[in-house]
Structures are given as C-alpha cells and as structure tokens.
T-cell receptor, first 114, second 117 residues
Framework: LAKTTQPISMDSYEGQEVNITCSHN???????ITWYQQFPSQGPRFIIQGYKTKVTNEVASLFIPADRKSSTLSLPRVSLSDTAVYYCLVAPTEVTGGGNKLTFGTGTQLKVEL | DSGVTQTPKHLITATGQRVTLRCSPR?????VYWYQQSLDQGLQFLIQYYNGEERAKGNILERFSAQQFPDLHSELNLSSLELGDSALYFCASSVEAGGPPSSGELFFGEGSRLTVL
C-alpha cells in the first residue's frame, strides 16, 4: 500500500486559495487518490477523488501530475469553517483476497484565520 | 449524516474491563472498517470486514477483536482495557471490499469515544 507524506500543518487567511500537497512515491497503477476532511471529534468526510490530471467538484480541485507520485488538493477562497485536518489516502481499486488496509497518513492541520 | 451509526457515543470504564462498540453501516454497504484515533493522533487502521468475513488486519492488538454479523452490523470488542486504549473509535463503510474508488468513498460514523480510567 502506498505510503503518503503531507505537511503537518498549514496556515492561511480567509479568502485565500490553499494548496495541500501529498507525496505518494510508490503509488500503484490501479491506485486512486482520495482526500478527506476531519473536524475535531467527528469522522472524516470525503472531499474529492481522482486518478490522473485534474478533478474538480463544488468544494475543491485535485491536481495529479503525469507521474502520479504526488497530488495537490486545492481549496479556493477558504473560510474559517475550512479549519480542519485534511488526509490524503491512496487506495487500490482491485478487490483482493487480502482486503485493503486503508491506512491514512498523519494528515495536514489547516488553520484559517481572519 | 453519513448513514453510518455508531453506539455508544461515549463510554467511560475502568482498566481491566471489557467493552463492545457497535457499528451499523450504510444501507447496502458490505464492507466495514474500524479505526482508532488517539488524542492528537492520526487514524490507525484496525481491521476490515467484508460481507461477514475478515479481509484485512492492521495494528489491532490481540486484546481487541471484531466481527461482522449476517445483517452486516459490526462489533469491536476491547478487553483488558488499559489507559492507553482511551481514544475515538471510528467505523467506516463502503460498498465494496476494495473500498474506493468505484464506490466513491468511505463513509465514517461519528465515532465512539472511549475513556479508560
């Protein structure tokens, strides 16, 4: 399973764009990249998922370069309510007999200030 | 609301005791994952079940065990509790054993907060 590395923390101000990068050097061909958001004492919540190039939804964009060894979550115009921990998860697509140890990394604590 | 229900929400017990945490996955989801999150720590994968069968094991202690029942709900049993077992325990479900991406995502419950005194 691909190991992920993210910055431990990031600070930003309201209205700014925030980019959080995740490194996953040993990503496998069939792995997808998924980002989750977690508020204190709550379960993580799905934000976005992609395989390559760029994916955009109503809350974020995900940029994945051609070599797929990293990915960048982009949050446009953050607000105070975006203060949370953001996790990058690399997961295989194939169902295997061994199951999937969907292991999260340490995550990135994003703090947004006025 | 993710559709995943965990009970109890809070639990306080003493060292040496045994507790059972319960998880009801989203309707239609066959796969259940258990995670442990200690204070200011990341999510530690414990174990995965798919349609009643254990599929993957992570850093789960021998004092801990889990099962998934025919109705797909799951229980995590923690025994001989120690102070260090105090944590938030999350359950997540997905449609398939492979988890993302074809199902799209893992759906997490709100967690069970265990305090061992």
């Amino acid at each position: 399973l691909a190991k992920t590395t993210q910055p431990i923390s990031m600070d930003s101000y309201e209205g700014q764009e925030v980019n959080i990068t995740c490194s996953h050097n040993n990503i496998a061909t069939n792995d997808y990249i998924t980002w989750y958001q977690q508020f204190p004492s709550q379960g993580p919540r799905f934000i976005i998922q992609g395989y390559k190039t760029k994916v955009t939804n109503e809350v974020a964009s995900l940029f994945i370069p051609a070599d797929r060894k990293s990915s960048t979550l982009s949050l446009p115009r953050v607000s105070l309510s975006d203060t949370a921990v953001y996790y990058c998860l690399v997961a295989p697509t194939e169902v295997t007999g061994g199951g999937n140890k969907l292991t999260f990394g340490t995550g990135t604590q994003l703090k947004v200030e006025l | 609301d993710s559709g995943v229900t965990q009970t109890p929400k809070h639990l306080i017990t003493a060292t040496g005791q045994r507790v059972t945490l319960r998880c009801s996955p989203r309707s239609g989801d066959l796969s259940v994952y258990w995670y442990q999150q200690s204070l200011d720590q990341g999510l530690q994968f414990l174990i995965q079940y798919y349609n009643g069968e254990e599929r993957a094991k992570g850093n789960i202690l021998e004092r801990f065990s889990a099962q998934q029942f025919p109705d797909l709900h799951s229980e995590l049993n923690l025994s001989s509790l120690e102070l260090g077992d105090s944590a938030l325990y999350f359950c997540a479900s997905s449609v398939e054993a492979g988890g993302p991406p074809s199902s799209g995502e893992l759906f997490f419950g709100e967690g069970s907060r265990l305090t061992v005194l």
